[in-house]
């Protein structure tokens, strides 16, 4: 089996941050891509930065130059440092690995349970 587990999120004032973390653990022989996305209430799930096997990012529009993802491979691992909050910024954030387990061939996707982030005007 694997697990994600995120910690981290909270409430701050617009224009604080906020540093998120994602664990992998169980039965893992590879994690090709990590990275967050969030879902605010009435609104779709969105990508918010991804992170690949190599260190190529991914960002959507609305947080380039605000979040920044990073890895560390060791300890399978995931960062999101989120600067200069906005309210619309608000949602749960979800953590997300491709793993290639050990039990079996393959890479498959996982999710972890999410952490909410609310920021306050």
């Known amino acids: 089996q694997v697990q994600l587990v995120e910690s981290g999120g909270g409430l701050v004032q617009a224009g604080g941050s906020l540093r998120l973390s994602c664990a992998a653990s169980?039965?893992?022989?590879?994690?090709?891509?990590m990275g967050w996305y969030r879902q605010a209430p009435g609104k779709q799930r969105e990508l918010v930065a991804a992170?690949?096997?190599?260190?190529?990012?991914n960002y959507a529009d609305s947080v380039k130059g605000r979040f920044t993802v990073s890895r560390d491979n060791a300890k399978n691992k995931v960062y999101l440092q989120m600067n200069s909050l906005q309210p619309e910024d608000t949602a749960v954030y979800y953590c997300?690995?491709?793993?290639?387990?050990?039990?079996?061939?393959?890479?498959?996707?996982?999710w972890g349970q999410g952490t909410q982030v609310t920021v306050s005007s």
């Open positions: 997300y690995a491709n793993v290639g387990p050990l039990t079996r061939g393959g890479n498959y996707d996982y």
């Open positions: 169980g039965n893992i022989f590879s994690i090709n891509a």
């Open positions: 992170i690949i096997s190599g260190g190529s990012t």
